[in-house]
Protein backbone atom coordinates (compact mmCIF):
# COMPACT_ATOMS: atom_id res chain seq x y z
CA UNK A 1 0.00 0.00 0.00
CA UNK A 2 1.50 3.27 -0.79
CA UNK A 3 1.88 4.89 2.37
CA UNK A 4 -0.47 7.91 3.29
CA UNK A 5 2.14 10.53 3.60
CA UNK A 6 1.80 10.98 -0.18
CA UNK A 7 -1.36 12.84 0.54
CA UNK A 8 -2.39 16.34 1.81
CA UNK A 9 -2.16 16.99 5.25
CA UNK A 10 -4.71 15.77 6.57
CA UNK A 11 -5.44 12.36 8.90
CA UNK A 12 -6.46 9.26 7.30
CA UNK A 13 -8.42 10.62 4.62
CA UNK A 14 -10.34 7.76 4.16
CA UNK A 15 -12.28 8.55 7.62
CA UNK A 16 -13.11 12.48 6.20
CA UNK A 17 -16.87 12.06 8.18
CA UNK A 18 -14.76 11.59 11.86
CA UNK A 19 -11.84 13.05 11.50
CA UNK A 20 -10.21 17.01 11.28
CA UNK A 21 -7.12 18.49 10.09
CA UNK A 22 -4.06 17.65 12.40
CA UNK A 23 -1.56 20.67 12.90
CA UNK A 24 0.36 21.96 9.58
CA UNK A 25 3.81 22.42 9.67
CA UNK A 26 5.47 25.11 7.28
CA UNK A 27 8.71 24.26 5.39
CA UNK A 28 10.86 27.19 3.98
CA UNK A 29 11.62 26.98 -0.02
CA UNK A 30 14.95 26.05 -0.73
CA UNK A 31 16.17 28.06 -3.77
CA UNK A 32 19.89 26.45 -4.31
CA UNK A 33 17.71 23.46 -5.51
CA UNK A 34 20.44 22.87 -8.77
CA UNK A 35 18.63 22.88 -12.54
CA UNK A 36 17.31 19.38 -13.38
CA UNK A 37 18.35 18.33 -16.62
CA UNK A 38 16.07 16.62 -19.21
CA UNK A 39 16.98 13.45 -21.26
CA UNK A 40 15.39 10.74 -20.16
CA UNK A 41 11.67 9.29 -20.90
CA UNK A 42 8.93 10.64 -18.97
CA UNK A 43 5.82 9.13 -17.35
CA UNK A 44 3.27 11.75 -15.58
CA UNK A 45 3.06 12.11 -11.67
CA UNK A 46 1.51 13.72 -8.59
CA UNK A 47 3.80 15.91 -7.10
CA UNK A 48 2.49 16.48 -3.27
CA UNK A 49 3.74 19.56 -2.09
CA UNK A 50 4.43 19.77 1.75
CA UNK A 51 1.93 23.21 2.45
CA UNK A 52 0.30 25.77 1.02
CA UNK A 53 2.17 29.39 1.72
CA UNK A 54 3.11 32.65 -0.31
CA UNK A 55 5.73 34.97 -0.84
CA UNK A 56 5.21 36.24 2.45
CA UNK A 57 5.53 32.79 3.92
CA UNK A 58 1.94 32.93 5.16
CA UNK A 59 -0.82 30.51 3.96
CA UNK A 60 -2.50 30.96 0.77
CA UNK A 61 -6.10 31.68 1.04
CA UNK A 62 -9.71 31.07 -0.79
CA UNK A 63 -10.08 33.83 -3.07
CA UNK A 64 -13.32 35.42 -3.06
CA UNK A 65 -15.28 34.04 -5.59
CA UNK A 66 -14.15 30.85 -5.63
CA UNK A 67 -17.41 29.03 -4.93
CA UNK A 68 -20.83 29.71 -6.37
CA UNK A 69 -23.35 30.44 -4.01
CA UNK A 70 -25.12 27.39 -5.05
CA UNK A 71 -22.07 25.57 -3.28
CA UNK A 72 -22.17 27.10 -0.46
CA UNK A 73 -25.64 26.71 -0.03
CA UNK A 74 -24.64 23.13 -0.56
CA UNK A 75 -22.30 22.61 1.83
CA UNK A 76 -24.14 25.11 4.51
CA UNK A 77 -27.39 22.50 4.24
CA UNK A 78 -25.42 19.22 3.33
CA UNK A 79 -21.80 19.31 4.49
CA UNK A 80 -20.31 18.41 7.83
CA UNK A 81 -19.49 21.55 9.50
CA UNK A 82 -17.31 19.80 12.01
CA UNK A 83 -14.58 19.35 9.12
CA UNK A 84 -14.08 22.95 8.31
CA UNK A 85 -10.67 23.72 9.47
CA UNK A 86 -9.66 20.88 6.86
CA UNK A 87 -11.77 22.24 4.14
CA UNK A 88 -10.44 25.47 4.22
CA UNK A 89 -7.46 24.45 4.13
CA UNK A 90 -8.21 22.41 0.87
CA UNK A 91 -10.51 24.43 -0.59
CA UNK A 92 -6.97 27.14 -0.75
CA UNK A 93 -5.10 27.68 -3.82
CA UNK A 94 -1.91 26.02 -4.37
CA UNK A 95 1.54 27.75 -3.75
CA UNK A 96 2.39 30.10 -6.61
CA UNK A 97 6.08 29.67 -4.82
CA UNK A 98 6.40 26.35 -5.24
CA UNK A 99 5.04 26.48 -8.42
CA UNK A 100 7.55 29.12 -10.37
CA UNK A 101 10.26 27.34 -8.69
CA UNK A 102 9.62 23.99 -10.78
CA UNK A 103 8.62 26.16 -13.79
CA UNK A 104 12.19 27.45 -13.35
CA UNK A 105 13.29 23.86 -13.14
CA UNK A 106 11.80 23.39 -16.54
CA UNK A 107 8.34 21.28 -14.74
CA UNK A 108 5.97 22.11 -17.05
CA UNK A 109 2.55 21.81 -15.14
CA UNK A 110 -0.85 19.67 -16.18
CA UNK A 111 -3.14 19.90 -13.72
CA UNK A 112 -3.40 20.99 -10.12
CA UNK A 113 -5.95 19.68 -7.28
CA UNK A 114 -6.27 21.91 -4.34
CA UNK A 115 -7.85 19.39 -2.33
CA UNK A 116 -4.97 17.08 -3.03
CA UNK A 117 -2.39 19.76 -2.69
CA UNK A 118 -0.64 18.46 -5.42
CA UNK A 119 0.11 19.10 -9.19
CA UNK A 120 0.71 16.77 -12.23
CA UNK A 121 3.63 16.63 -14.27
CA UNK A 122 6.08 14.39 -17.06
CA UNK A 123 9.12 13.30 -15.34
CA UNK A 124 12.10 11.16 -16.01
CA UNK A 125 13.26 8.68 -13.45
CA UNK A 126 16.29 10.83 -12.26
CA UNK A 127 13.98 14.01 -12.69
CA UNK A 128 11.65 11.88 -10.39
CA UNK A 129 14.01 11.29 -8.12
CA UNK A 130 15.31 14.81 -7.38
CA UNK A 131 12.04 16.91 -7.54
CA UNK A 132 11.15 14.11 -4.42
CA UNK A 133 14.36 15.47 -2.97
CA UNK A 134 12.87 19.19 -3.11
CA UNK A 135 12.53 20.69 0.92
CA UNK A 136 8.60 21.79 -0.41
CA UNK A 137 7.66 18.19 -1.86
CA UNK A 138 6.48 15.75 0.49
CA UNK A 139 6.12 13.32 -2.20
CA UNK A 140 5.21 11.83 -5.42
CA UNK A 141 3.06 8.91 -7.03
CA UNK A 142 2.62 7.99 -10.85
CA UNK A 143 -0.66 8.94 -12.08
CA UNK A 144 -3.17 6.05 -12.73
CA UNK A 145 -4.83 5.86 -15.55
CA UNK A 146 -8.43 3.94 -16.08
CA UNK A 147 -9.12 0.49 -16.12
CA UNK A 148 -10.57 -1.10 -18.97
CA UNK A 149 -12.90 -3.28 -16.88
CA UNK A 150 -14.81 -0.41 -15.65
CA UNK A 151 -15.41 1.26 -19.25
CA UNK A 152 -16.23 -2.30 -20.94
CA UNK A 153 -15.25 -2.62 -24.96
CA UNK A 154 -18.72 -3.49 -24.86
CA UNK A 155 -20.34 -2.75 -28.52
CA UNK A 156 -23.96 -0.20 -28.35
CA UNK A 157 -25.85 -3.20 -30.52
CA UNK A 158 -29.49 -3.13 -32.17
CA UNK A 159 -32.20 -2.88 -29.72
CA UNK A 160 -34.83 -5.80 -29.78
CA UNK A 161 -37.69 -4.61 -30.81
CA UNK A 162 -39.64 -6.81 -28.27
CA UNK A 163 -39.91 -4.95 -24.57
CA UNK A 164 -38.59 -7.15 -22.19
CA UNK A 165 -40.97 -5.90 -19.39
CA UNK A 166 -44.27 -7.03 -19.24
CA UNK A 167 -45.23 -4.34 -16.28
CA UNK A 168 -45.11 -1.14 -18.18
CA UNK A 169 -47.86 0.90 -17.84
CA UNK A 170 -47.57 3.01 -21.03
CA UNK A 171 -45.82 3.43 -23.93
CA UNK A 172 -44.09 6.43 -23.56
CA UNK A 173 -41.19 4.85 -21.43
CA UNK A 174 -40.70 2.53 -24.50
CA UNK A 175 -37.67 0.21 -24.11
CA UNK A 176 -36.23 1.48 -21.46
CA UNK A 177 -39.71 0.58 -19.11
CA UNK A 178 -37.80 -2.43 -18.37
CA UNK A 179 -34.44 -0.93 -17.03
CA UNK A 180 -36.50 1.35 -14.87
CA UNK A 181 -39.11 -1.55 -13.86
CA UNK A 182 -36.04 -3.27 -12.14
CA UNK A 183 -35.42 -0.53 -9.90
CA UNK A 184 -39.03 0.25 -9.30
CA UNK A 185 -38.68 3.64 -10.89
CA UNK A 186 -41.87 4.09 -12.92
CA UNK A 187 -44.39 5.30 -10.33
CA UNK A 188 -42.04 7.87 -9.07
CA UNK A 189 -41.90 9.33 -13.16
CA UNK A 190 -45.74 8.98 -13.34
CA UNK A 191 -46.37 11.13 -10.10
CA UNK A 192 -44.15 13.86 -11.45
CA UNK A 193 -40.57 13.22 -9.84
CA UNK A 194 -37.83 13.99 -11.90
CA UNK A 195 -35.36 15.52 -10.44
CA UNK A 196 -36.34 19.14 -10.86
CA UNK A 197 -34.18 21.59 -8.81
CA UNK A 198 -31.56 19.31 -8.27
CA UNK A 199 -28.10 19.66 -10.03
CA UNK A 200 -26.40 16.27 -11.15
CA UNK A 201 -22.76 16.32 -12.49
CA UNK A 202 -21.69 13.55 -14.81
CA UNK A 203 -17.82 12.16 -15.28
CA UNK A 204 -17.16 10.68 -18.32
CA UNK A 205 -15.76 10.64 -21.92
CA UNK A 206 -17.25 12.57 -25.14
CA UNK A 207 -21.69 13.74 -24.45
CA UNK A 208 -21.96 14.18 -28.25
CA UNK A 209 -21.18 12.35 -31.41
CA UNK A 210 -18.22 14.14 -33.76
CA UNK A 211 -19.24 17.14 -34.91
CA UNK A 212 -22.15 17.53 -33.01
CA UNK A 213 -22.69 19.60 -29.53
CA UNK A 214 -22.33 18.06 -26.14
CA UNK A 215 -26.39 17.25 -24.98
CA UNK A 216 -28.12 17.56 -28.94
CA UNK A 217 -28.63 13.62 -29.05
CA UNK A 218 -32.53 13.19 -29.14
CA UNK A 219 -32.75 12.10 -26.23
CA UNK A 220 -30.90 14.66 -24.57
CA UNK A 221 -31.83 17.99 -26.24
CA UNK A 222 -34.60 18.52 -24.16
CA UNK A 223 -31.72 20.17 -21.29
CA UNK A 224 -30.00 22.62 -22.91
CA UNK A 225 -33.46 24.01 -24.57
CA UNK A 226 -34.85 24.16 -21.33
CA UNK A 227 -31.91 26.27 -20.03
CA UNK A 228 -30.78 23.08 -17.79
CA UNK A 229 -27.22 22.60 -19.40
CA UNK A 230 -25.12 24.58 -16.71
CA UNK A 231 -21.98 23.71 -18.26
CA UNK A 232 -19.96 21.01 -20.13
CA UNK A 233 -16.14 21.34 -19.55
CA UNK A 234 -13.15 18.78 -21.56
CA UNK A 235 -10.68 18.17 -19.50
CA UNK A 236 -8.96 15.62 -22.03
CA UNK A 237 -7.44 18.44 -24.05
CA UNK A 238 -5.26 19.86 -21.54
CA UNK A 239 -2.40 17.61 -22.53
CA UNK A 240 -1.31 18.83 -26.44
CA UNK A 241 0.90 15.84 -26.39
CA UNK A 242 -1.98 13.52 -26.23
CA UNK A 243 -4.79 15.47 -28.49
CA UNK A 244 -7.78 13.36 -27.33
CA UNK A 245 -9.91 12.34 -30.31
CA UNK A 246 -11.80 9.36 -31.56
CA UNK A 247 -15.59 8.71 -31.57
CA UNK A 248 -16.42 7.09 -28.37
CA UNK A 249 -20.01 9.04 -27.37
CA UNK A 250 -19.82 6.98 -23.52
CA UNK A 251 -20.67 9.76 -22.14
CA UNK A 252 -23.81 10.33 -24.23
CA UNK A 253 -24.86 7.14 -23.79
CA UNK A 254 -24.53 7.25 -20.02
CA UNK A 255 -25.86 10.41 -19.62
CA UNK A 256 -29.40 8.78 -21.51
CA UNK A 257 -30.01 6.45 -18.82
CA UNK A 258 -30.00 9.22 -16.13
CA UNK A 259 -31.21 12.24 -17.57
CA UNK A 260 -33.10 11.14 -21.24
CA UNK A 261 -36.83 11.90 -22.27
CA UNK A 262 -37.89 11.09 -25.61
CA UNK A 263 -41.16 9.67 -25.65
CA UNK A 264 -41.68 6.55 -26.68
CA UNK A 265 -37.74 5.48 -26.49
CA UNK A 266 -36.48 6.51 -23.19
CA UNK A 267 -37.51 7.97 -20.69
CA UNK A 268 -34.65 8.39 -17.30
CA UNK A 269 -35.38 9.16 -13.37
CA UNK A 270 -33.90 12.34 -13.70
CA UNK A 271 -34.26 13.90 -16.14
CA UNK A 272 -35.83 17.50 -15.11
CA UNK A 273 -32.18 17.74 -13.22
CA UNK A 274 -29.95 20.27 -13.81
CA UNK A 275 -26.44 19.17 -15.43
CA UNK A 276 -22.74 19.66 -15.47
CA UNK A 277 -20.62 17.62 -17.37
CA UNK A 278 -16.83 16.95 -17.63
CA UNK A 279 -15.11 15.12 -20.24
CA UNK A 280 -12.15 13.19 -18.04
CA UNK A 281 -11.57 10.24 -20.57
CA UNK A 282 -10.98 9.44 -23.88
CA UNK A 283 -12.13 6.16 -25.35
CA UNK A 284 -10.36 3.21 -24.13
CA UNK A 285 -9.83 1.33 -27.34
CA UNK A 286 -7.39 4.04 -28.41
CA UNK A 287 -5.77 5.24 -24.84
CA UNK A 288 -6.52 6.12 -21.04
CA UNK A 289 -6.10 9.43 -19.27
CA UNK A 290 -5.10 9.76 -15.97
CA UNK A 291 -6.68 10.06 -12.97
CA UNK A 292 -5.66 13.75 -12.93
CA UNK A 293 -8.30 14.68 -15.06
CA UNK A 294 -11.28 13.31 -13.02
CA UNK A 295 -9.74 14.83 -9.58
CA UNK A 296 -10.41 18.38 -11.76
CA UNK A 297 -13.46 17.15 -12.72
CA UNK A 298 -14.98 16.75 -9.33
CA UNK A 299 -13.16 19.85 -7.90
CA UNK A 300 -14.17 21.97 -10.83
CA UNK A 301 -18.41 20.35 -9.92
CA UNK A 302 -17.92 21.04 -6.58
CA UNK A 303 -17.03 24.70 -6.51
CA UNK A 304 -20.33 25.07 -9.05
CA UNK A 305 -22.39 23.60 -6.74
CA UNK A 306 -23.31 20.11 -7.86
CA UNK A 307 -25.73 18.40 -5.60
CA UNK A 308 -25.00 14.85 -7.27
CA UNK A 309 -21.85 13.02 -9.36
CA UNK A 310 -21.79 10.24 -11.35
CA UNK A 311 -19.18 8.32 -12.92
CA UNK A 312 -18.98 4.81 -14.23
CA UNK A 313 -14.87 5.32 -14.31
CA UNK A 314 -12.60 3.63 -12.66
CA UNK A 315 -8.44 3.83 -12.00
CA UNK A 316 -6.36 0.48 -11.18
CA UNK A 317 -3.28 0.82 -13.40
CA UNK A 318 -0.62 3.66 -13.48
CA UNK A 319 0.77 5.30 -16.11
CA UNK A 320 3.40 3.31 -17.97
CA UNK A 321 6.40 3.11 -15.91
CA UNK A 322 7.61 -0.13 -15.71
CA UNK A 323 9.45 0.70 -12.51
CA UNK A 324 6.64 0.70 -10.28
CA UNK A 325 3.47 -1.51 -9.60
CA UNK A 326 -0.99 -0.58 -10.34
CA UNK A 327 -2.72 -0.33 -7.12
CA UNK A 328 -3.15 -4.16 -6.27
CA UNK A 329 -6.46 -5.89 -3.83
CA UNK A 330 -4.79 -4.30 -0.91
CA UNK A 331 -4.97 -0.48 -2.19
CA UNK A 332 -8.71 -0.77 -2.35
CA UNK A 333 -9.04 0.04 1.37
CA UNK A 334 -11.04 3.64 0.83
CA UNK A 335 -6.92 4.97 2.12
CA UNK A 336 -5.18 4.96 -1.39
CA UNK A 337 -6.53 5.55 -4.21
CA UNK A 338 -6.65 8.94 -5.12
CA UNK A 339 -10.21 9.24 -7.17
CA UNK A 340 -11.59 7.28 -4.20
CA UNK A 341 -10.73 10.00 -1.69
CA UNK A 342 -11.29 13.07 -4.06
CA UNK A 343 -15.04 11.48 -4.35
CA UNK A 344 -15.22 10.95 -0.36
CA UNK A 345 -13.78 14.16 0.60
CA UNK A 346 -16.90 15.99 -2.10
CA UNK A 347 -19.05 13.31 -0.08
CA UNK A 348 -17.46 15.32 3.32
CA UNK A 349 -18.65 18.62 1.14
CA UNK A 350 -22.09 17.34 0.58
CA UNK A 351 -21.92 16.44 -2.50
CA UNK A 352 -23.95 12.53 -3.15
CA UNK A 353 -21.35 10.79 -4.64
CA UNK A 354 -22.27 7.59 -7.35
CA UNK A 355 -20.53 5.40 -9.38
CA UNK A 356 -20.05 1.95 -11.25
CA UNK A 357 -18.60 -1.26 -9.00
CA UNK A 358 -16.93 -2.46 -12.17
CA UNK A 359 -17.02 -4.88 -14.83
CA UNK A 360 -14.53 -7.16 -13.29
CA UNK A 361 -16.18 -10.18 -11.93
CA UNK A 362 -17.14 -12.86 -10.97
CA UNK A 363 -13.90 -13.09 -8.40
CA UNK A 364 -13.98 -11.45 -5.11
CA UNK A 365 -12.44 -7.76 -4.50
CA UNK A 366 -12.67 -7.32 -8.44
CA UNK A 367 -13.75 -3.64 -7.54
CA UNK A 368 -12.06 -0.56 -9.08
CA UNK A 369 -11.08 3.14 -7.31
CA UNK A 370 -13.31 5.26 -6.37
CA UNK A 371 -16.04 2.07 -6.16
CA UNK A 372 -14.27 1.15 -2.54
CA UNK A 373 -14.53 4.50 -0.81
CA UNK A 374 -16.65 4.23 2.37
CA UNK A 375 -18.89 7.57 1.21
CA UNK A 376 -18.78 6.49 -2.44
CA UNK A 377 -22.58 4.67 -3.56
CA UNK A 378 -20.87 1.77 -5.53
CA UNK A 379 -23.50 0.63 -7.99
CA UNK A 380 -23.47 -3.46 -9.34
CA UNK A 381 -24.99 -4.87 -11.90
CA UNK A 382 -27.62 -7.27 -12.55
CA UNK A 383 -29.76 -8.46 -15.68
CA UNK A 384 -33.34 -7.86 -16.82
CA UNK A 385 -34.46 -11.03 -14.73
CA UNK A 386 -32.97 -9.46 -11.44
CA UNK A 387 -30.35 -12.23 -11.42
CA UNK A 388 -26.82 -11.01 -10.78
CA UNK A 389 -25.29 -9.75 -13.94
CA UNK A 390 -21.81 -12.34 -14.09
CA UNK A 391 -18.95 -9.48 -15.09
CA UNK A 392 -20.36 -7.19 -11.85
CA UNK A 393 -17.98 -6.58 -9.85
CA UNK A 394 -17.55 -7.76 -5.86
CA UNK A 395 -16.41 -7.13 -3.08
CA UNK A 396 -15.00 -6.94 -0.03
CA UNK A 397 -12.94 -3.98 0.39
CA UNK A 398 -9.66 -4.18 1.93
CA UNK A 399 -10.45 -3.55 4.83
CA UNK A 400 -13.26 -6.07 4.90
CA UNK A 401 -16.60 -3.59 4.07
CA UNK A 402 -19.27 -4.42 1.81
CA UNK A 403 -19.28 -3.71 -1.67
CA UNK A 404 -21.02 -2.62 -4.22
CA UNK A 405 -23.78 -0.91 -1.94
CA UNK A 406 -26.50 -1.20 -4.40
CA UNK A 407 -27.70 -2.52 -7.57
CA UNK A 408 -29.55 -1.48 -10.93
CA UNK A 409 -29.87 -3.10 -14.44
CA UNK A 410 -26.41 -3.87 -16.09
CA UNK A 411 -27.20 -5.96 -19.48
CA UNK A 412 -29.46 -5.01 -22.45
CA UNK A 413 -29.53 -1.70 -21.06
CA UNK A 414 -31.57 1.20 -23.45
CA UNK A 415 -28.68 3.84 -24.40
CA UNK A 416 -28.45 6.71 -26.47
CA UNK A 417 -26.65 5.75 -29.89
CA UNK A 418 -25.99 8.02 -33.05
CA UNK A 419 -27.37 11.48 -33.49
CA UNK A 420 -30.62 10.07 -32.56
CA UNK A 421 -31.10 6.71 -32.49
CA UNK A 422 -30.79 3.78 -29.45
CA UNK A 423 -29.26 0.29 -28.71
CA UNK A 424 -28.92 -2.11 -26.26
CA UNK A 425 -25.61 -2.11 -24.22
CA UNK A 426 -24.08 -4.01 -21.04
CA UNK A 427 -21.65 -2.60 -18.24
CA UNK A 428 -22.33 -1.47 -14.78
CA UNK A 429 -21.68 2.09 -16.76
CA UNK A 430 -24.93 1.83 -17.35
CA UNK A 431 -26.66 0.69 -13.58
CA UNK A 432 -24.76 3.52 -11.98
CA UNK A 433 -26.44 6.41 -13.81
CA UNK A 434 -29.98 4.78 -13.11
CA UNK A 435 -29.52 5.57 -9.38
CA UNK A 436 -27.79 8.75 -9.73
CA UNK A 437 -30.97 9.80 -11.36
CA UNK A 438 -32.88 8.19 -8.42
CA UNK A 439 -30.98 10.51 -5.96
CA UNK A 440 -31.80 13.35 -7.77
CA UNK A 441 -35.33 12.51 -7.46
CA UNK A 442 -34.68 12.08 -3.89
CA UNK A 443 -32.93 15.26 -3.15
CA UNK A 444 -36.16 16.33 -5.20
CA UNK A 445 -38.44 15.49 -2.58
CA UNK A 446 -36.19 15.88 0.53
CA UNK A 447 -33.38 18.24 -0.01
CA UNK A 448 -32.19 18.73 3.08
CA UNK A 449 -30.96 15.05 2.99
CA UNK A 450 -26.59 14.82 3.34
CA UNK A 451 -25.18 11.71 1.58
CA UNK A 452 -25.14 9.41 4.28
CA UNK A 453 -28.71 10.17 4.30
CA UNK A 454 -29.42 9.14 0.58
CA UNK A 455 -27.29 6.27 1.33
CA UNK A 456 -29.38 4.72 4.35
CA UNK A 457 -32.90 5.57 2.20
CA UNK A 458 -31.47 3.49 -0.74
CA UNK A 459 -30.12 0.83 1.12
CA UNK A 460 -32.94 0.08 4.12
CA UNK A 461 -35.28 -0.12 1.22
CA UNK A 462 -33.55 -2.32 -1.37
CA UNK A 463 -34.08 -5.55 -1.91
CA UNK A 464 -32.13 -7.47 0.75
CA UNK A 465 -31.34 -4.56 2.86
CA UNK A 466 -31.73 -7.35 5.85
CA UNK A 467 -29.01 -9.70 4.58
CA UNK A 468 -26.12 -7.19 2.40
CA UNK A 469 -23.36 -9.13 0.77
CA UNK A 470 -20.53 -8.53 -2.11
CA UNK A 471 -22.78 -9.68 -4.91
CA UNK A 472 -25.45 -6.86 -5.08
CA UNK A 473 -24.58 -4.94 -1.86
CA UNK A 474 -28.24 -4.16 -0.01
CA UNK A 475 -29.82 -5.08 -2.98
CA UNK A 476 -32.02 -3.59 -6.20
CA UNK A 477 -32.70 -0.30 -5.32
CA UNK A 478 -36.29 0.26 -5.15
CA UNK A 479 -37.01 3.99 -6.46
CA UNK A 480 -40.76 4.11 -5.29
CA UNK A 481 -39.91 3.00 -1.53
CA UNK A 482 -36.84 4.99 -1.05
CA UNK A 483 -38.42 8.22 -2.23
CA UNK A 484 -41.39 7.95 -0.09
CA UNK A 485 -38.80 7.03 2.91
CA UNK A 486 -37.77 10.77 1.74
CA UNK A 487 -40.67 12.48 1.64
CA UNK A 488 -41.59 10.66 4.99
CA UNK A 489 -38.04 12.15 6.78
CA UNK A 490 -38.29 15.58 5.39
CA UNK A 491 -41.87 15.75 6.96
CA UNK A 492 -41.28 14.44 10.13
CA UNK A 493 -37.71 14.94 11.07
CA UNK A 494 -38.12 17.28 13.41
CA UNK A 495 -41.16 16.20 15.41
CA UNK A 496 -42.11 13.53 18.08
CA UNK A 497 -43.21 10.15 17.34
CA UNK A 498 -46.68 8.86 16.70
CA UNK A 499 -49.18 9.42 19.14
CA UNK A 500 -51.00 6.34 20.91
CA UNK A 501 -54.12 7.92 22.02
CA UNK A 502 -55.08 7.85 17.90
CA UNK A 503 -54.97 6.56 14.54
CA UNK A 504 -55.20 7.69 11.07
CA UNK A 505 -56.00 5.05 8.64
CA UNK A 506 -54.56 5.23 5.17
CA UNK A 507 -56.94 7.16 3.47
CA UNK A 508 -58.98 5.31 0.36
CA UNK A 509 -58.87 5.21 -2.36
CA UNK A 510 -54.79 5.92 -2.29
CA UNK A 511 -54.39 6.48 -5.24
CA UNK A 512 -56.90 8.84 -5.87
CA UNK A 513 -58.40 10.95 -9.00
CA UNK A 514 -60.88 13.56 -7.12
CA UNK A 515 -61.47 12.74 -3.50
CA UNK A 516 -59.38 11.11 -0.62
CA UNK A 517 -60.91 9.43 2.80
CA UNK A 518 -59.43 9.38 5.83
CA UNK A 519 -60.85 7.97 9.06
CA UNK A 520 -58.96 9.07 12.44
CA UNK A 521 -59.94 6.78 15.46
CA UNK A 522 -59.76 8.44 18.88
CA UNK A 523 -59.41 6.19 22.36
CA UNK A 524 -60.50 9.35 24.60
CA UNK A 525 -61.55 12.86 23.12
CA UNK A 526 -59.01 15.30 21.85
CA UNK A 527 -59.40 18.74 21.99
CA UNK A 528 -57.46 19.94 19.46
CA UNK A 529 -55.87 18.19 16.25
CA UNK A 530 -54.76 18.81 12.57
CA UNK A 531 -54.53 17.01 9.51
CA UNK A 532 -52.70 18.53 7.00
CA UNK A 533 -51.34 18.28 3.09
CA UNK A 534 -47.91 18.46 1.95
CA UNK A 535 -46.63 18.01 -1.77
CA UNK A 536 -42.86 16.62 -2.32
CA UNK A 537 -40.83 19.76 -1.19
CA UNK A 538 -42.75 20.15 2.16
CA UNK A 539 -44.68 22.71 1.57
CA UNK A 540 -48.32 23.12 3.05
CA UNK A 541 -50.75 22.58 0.79
CA UNK A 542 -54.02 22.13 2.38
CA UNK A 543 -55.52 21.97 5.72
CA UNK A 544 -58.07 19.25 5.83
CA UNK A 545 -59.31 19.62 9.60
CA UNK A 546 -58.04 21.42 11.94
CA UNK A 547 -60.45 20.97 15.56
CA UNK A 548 -61.39 18.46 18.09
CA UNK A 549 -62.35 14.93 17.71
CA UNK A 550 -64.55 12.45 19.27
CA UNK A 551 -64.09 9.28 21.07
CA UNK A 552 -64.31 6.71 17.91
CA UNK A 553 -63.84 6.90 14.72
CA UNK A 554 -64.36 10.30 12.57
CA UNK A 555 -64.36 10.42 9.07
CA UNK A 556 -63.04 12.93 7.30
CA UNK A 557 -63.19 13.66 3.24
CA UNK A 558 -60.28 15.82 1.35
CA UNK A 559 -60.75 17.22 -2.23
CA UNK A 560 -57.72 16.99 -3.75
CA UNK A 561 -58.90 17.68 -7.52
CA UNK A 562 -57.18 21.67 -7.62
CA UNK A 563 -53.76 19.25 -6.86
CA UNK A 564 -51.92 17.98 -9.73
CA UNK A 565 -50.70 14.62 -9.96
CA UNK A 566 -48.69 13.57 -7.85
CA UNK A 567 -46.99 12.41 -4.44
CA UNK A 568 -48.17 14.22 -1.36
CA UNK A 569 -47.57 13.36 2.47
CA UNK A 570 -50.50 13.96 5.31
CA UNK A 571 -49.24 14.71 8.83
CA UNK A 572 -51.86 14.39 11.84
CA UNK A 573 -50.50 16.22 14.32
CA UNK A 574 -51.47 16.87 18.37
CA UNK A 575 -49.77 18.01 21.31
CA UNK A 576 -46.57 17.90 19.71
CA UNK A 577 -46.84 13.87 18.22
CA UNK A 578 -47.77 13.06 14.85
CA UNK A 579 -48.87 10.23 12.27
CA UNK A 580 -48.13 10.81 8.63
CA UNK A 581 -48.23 8.56 5.57
CA UNK A 582 -48.32 9.25 1.55
CA UNK A 583 -51.00 9.51 -0.61
CA UNK A 584 -50.88 9.94 -4.34
CA UNK A 585 -53.25 11.91 -6.69
CA UNK A 586 -53.74 10.33 -10.50
CA UNK A 587 -54.10 12.06 -13.64
CA UNK A 588 -57.20 12.13 -15.78
Known amino acids: MVPNSVLPPSENPSSIPFKMMRHITLFL ?13 RTKYWIFLSDKVDIAGKNTQVEEGYLTDNALLRR ?48 SEEEAKQIASLSYVRDIRPVAVL ?37 NAILPIQRG ?20 RPFTHTSLKHIPDDGRLMEVRDFTERDPAQPCGGTNTHGMSVASVAVGYDEGDVIGPGYGASIYAASTEC ?12 VMGVEWMESEGVDVITSSLGYLDFDDDPGQRNYTGSDLDGDTGLTTIIM ?39 RPTKELWFSSSRGPTADGRIKPDVSGQASRVLVAS ?96 DVAHFIIESVEPITHAQLKIFDVLGREIATVHSGSLQTGGTPIQFDGRHLRPGVYAYILEYDGKLQSGIMTRLGQ
Open 29 to 41: LLLSTPYIAFAQE
Open 76 to 123: TLRGQPEAAAMIAFQDAPISRVYEDDLLQKDITIINRSRWLNAVTAKL
Open 147 to 183: STSTQPNIPVSPLIPERVSSNCPSAIFGNSCNQLDVV
Open 193 to 212: INGDGVVLGFLDTKFNIPGS
Open 283 to 294: SPYERNIEEDNF
Open 344 to 382: DWAAQRGIVTVTSAGNGGPGPQTLGTPADGDSVIAVGGV
Open 418 to 513: GASGYGASAGTSFSAPMIAGIVTQILQVNPGLGPMDVWQVLTSTASQSGSPDNDLGWGIVDADAAIKSAILLNSTQDLLPSPDKLIIHTPYPNPFY
